[in-house]
């Protein structure tokens, strides 16, 4: 264990941890990003960004994505299991031919299918199935999901020097009383509670009349705004509102730092 200083503390390269949800465009982001790039592929979705020139690499398993994560994040030297010295070796015999020391940013597309395909596996696991009935217990394999998802989540927020956004499905719903509200389409609520307190940033991108009068897409970046779309900036260098445009927010954020 170390004590950092303040100046130490100010030299380091630190990567932004951010969120985006919203409907149609979250892929094309890709296009405003000059920094090497991976995007982690979960819904065979670049067809929109074909000429995109950036690396891909394609996920559809939960224990793929474990091991990526566990690969770009590191060792968490609180695990025995998961993330630990062991998952670390073994993932890296598995991905023998993946280099991803020189990527800058992890665009992860998305987490609203990476969480269903994590809850498929949760309904797998040995703890989802009831002691005495050996019957499917659907809370115990939501319970596993939280737990998987936090954890996968916290591996990516602790890697200090590249970017990491993951984007996601901004969904619409009504209460009892009629009352609409917009929440990231993710699988099991505690996920959806916890995403702020894990990440820098929760950005919503929704269409909005620009001063030609024509519909835009804009990033929503504050939690109190007109419409209560999901939203934080921790970083404190963001407008309420702010161009769709990835690459400057960055630019925007760490110029603050």
């Known amino acids: 264990m170390k004590i950092i200083s303040a100046e130490e503390r100010l030299k380091q390269q630190t990567g932004v941890k951010m969120a985006i949800f919203g409907g149609i465009g979250k892929t094309s982001l890709l296009k405003t990003l000059s920094e090497p790039t991976l995007c982690l592929d979960f819904e065979a979705g670049l067809l929109a960004v074909q000429d995109w020139l950036g690396d891909s690499i394609s996920v559809r398993t939960w224990e793929d994505a474990r091991d990526i994560a566990c690969l770009i994040g590191g060792v968490n030297p609180a695990s025995k299991s998961v993330y630990s010295q062991r998952h670390y070796d073994s993932a890296k015999a598995k991905f023998k031919d993946c280099d991803f020391s020189k990527y800058k940013c992890i665009f992860i597309d998305s987490i609203t299918i990476a969480s ?142």
């Open 116 to 257: 269903k395909i994590c809850l498929a596996w949760c309904k797998n696991q040995p703890e989802s199935f009831s002691d005495k009935s050996g019957k499917p217990d659907i809370r115990a394999a939501y319970g596993l999901l939280a737990s998987e998802m936090s954890s996968w989540l916290n591996q990516f927020q602790h890697i200090p020097d590249k970017d990491v956004i993951f984007v996601g499905l901004l969904d619409q719903k009504a209460d009892d009383y009629n009352k609409t509200s917009w929440i990231p389409q993710i699988e099991g609520s505690k996920t959806t509670v916890e995403l702020p307190g894990i990440l820098d940033e929760v950005i919503s991108m929704v269409p909005m009349k620009g001063e030609s009068g024509k519909l835009e897409r804009k990033f929503i970046c504050h939690t109190i705004n007109a419409n209560m779309y999901p939203a934080k900036d921790r970083s404190g260098c963001l407008n309420e509102i702010e161009d769709a445009h990835l690459g400057k927010l960055l630019a925007k954020i760490k110029k603050g730092k």
